[in-house]
């Protein structure tokens, strides 16, 4: 890949080079990622700033809206799923200073709500929640999946876990790939819930 004498993104091949025009952009997720990172990485050059504020996800902001109001999952969300939220996106800062990477690489903060809420406790696990992982997590040569679930199981809201009455722990995945067609309505708007989280 390289970029031509106008600043458009080329894309070379054996044979042919294709130029893709701005407006072409969305079509190519790669290049998209690609772009994304290296911005990231001159704001960071320039500001100094490591990375997005933990604390303003919209997907974290979303939990404590619904935790506060006591609608949704987000009803379920704890002080306890806060602090682990807060130890995964310090365990994300120091595998990106380790890798060398911006923490975005490593994985998303919205991931990492999702694992605060859920907690997975193995690779099975996770992929039960999302097939595919993030680089860092899909290496098994690499310690970060051993550290996350060391994490996730170590912490008080997964020790309690097991204390949770089983109407209130009901799991957002059996009600996300449950294939019965006679699920009430309740479960369809849960499920909607689901998809906005992911």
């Known amino acids: 890949d390289s970029i031509d004498s106008h600043g458009v993104p080329t894309l070379r091949s054996?044979?042919?080079i294709s130029?893709?025009?701005?407006s072409e952009f969305p079509c190519h997720h790669n290049l998209m990622k690609a772009i994304s990172i290296s911005q990231k990485r001159c704001l960071k050059l320039w500001t100094g700033d490591e990375e997005e504020p933990i604390l303003r996800d919209p997907s974290l902001l979303s939990m404590?809206?619904?935790?506060?109001?006591?609608?949704?999952?987000?009803?379920?969300?704890?002080?306890?799923?806060?602090?682990?939220?807060?130890?995964?996106?310090?365990?994300?800062?120091v595998c990106a200073r380790q890798e060398k990477m911006h923490a975005s690489e490593v994985c998303s903060l919205d991931y990492l709500v999702h694992i605060a809420f859920k907690l997975p406790k193995d690779r099975w696990e996770m992929?039960?929640?999302?097939?595919v992982l993030p680089m860092?997590?899909?290496?098994?040569?690499l310690p970060y999946l051993n550290e996350l679930c060391e994490l996730v199981t170590s912490s008080d809201v997964f020790q309690r876990k097991g204390q949770t009455?089983?109407?209130e722990s009901q799991s957002m995945d059996v009600v996300f790939?449950?294939?019965n067609e006679d699920a009430n309505e309740n479960n369809h708007e849960r499920r909607k819930g689901l998809f906005k989280l992911l």
């Open 177 to 179: 790939y449950s294939s």
């Open 64 to 93: 404590i809206k619904q935790a506060a109001k006591q609608k949704g999952h987000g009803k379920h969300w704890t002080d306890a799923n806060m602090r682990l939220y807060k130890q995964l996106a310090a365990w994300r800062h």
């Open 165 to 167: 009455p089983s109407t």
């Open 19 to 22: 130029v893709i025009y701005a």
């Open 14 to 16: 054996s044979s042919t």
């Open 136 to 141: 860092l997590l899909e290496d098994e040569s």
């Open 127 to 131: 992929r039960h929640h999302s097939y």
